[in-house]
Nanobody, 124 residues
Framework: QVQLVESGGGLVQAGGSLRLSCAAS????????MGWFRQAPGKEREFVAA????????PYADSVKGRFTISRDNAKNTVYLQMNSLKPEDTAVYYC?????????????????WGQGTQVTVSS
């Protein structure tokens, strides 16, 4: 069982930056692949970024490539999402997710554990 708690969301102007954090409970964090997803009002949840247990495999959604960076610190049981050059269309609730296994995938169906979400609002 893994419990996830996100933090770091907030209101920022377009062009600004935020860093989201996701703290995980459990002693086997390093054996989980981690992902970030987001859901905007009236839209389906979509993939943002994921990272394998070692950090070697890091897929990104095309919409955030070059602007967002996912990373993890296994010693701190934490995964991060650095978001730069934010746009109004990045406004959404951002969710952290974990899947048992070493491979980072892009489908939310592969992730069994989810945080409660953190709101990111980007004003124009």
């Amino acid at each position: 069982q893994v419990q996830l708690v996100e933090s770091g969301g907030g209101l920022v102007q377009a062009g600004g930056s935020l860093r989201l954090s996701c703290a995980a409970s459990g002693r086997t964090f390093s054996t989980y692949a981690m992902g970030w997803f987001r859901q905007a009002p009236g839209k389906e949840r979509e993939f943002v970024a994921a990272i394998s247990w070692s950090g070697a495999s890091i897929p990104y959604a095309d919409s955030v490539k070059g602007r967002f960076t996912i990373s993890r610190d296994n010693a701190k049981n934490t995964v991060y999402l650095q978001m730069n050059s934010l746009k109004p269309e990045d406004t959404a609730v951002y969710y952290c997710a974990a899947r048992a296994g070493l491979v980072a995938t892009t489908s939310d169906k592969d992730y069994a554990y989810w945080g409660q979400g953190t709101q990111v609002t980007v004003s124009s």
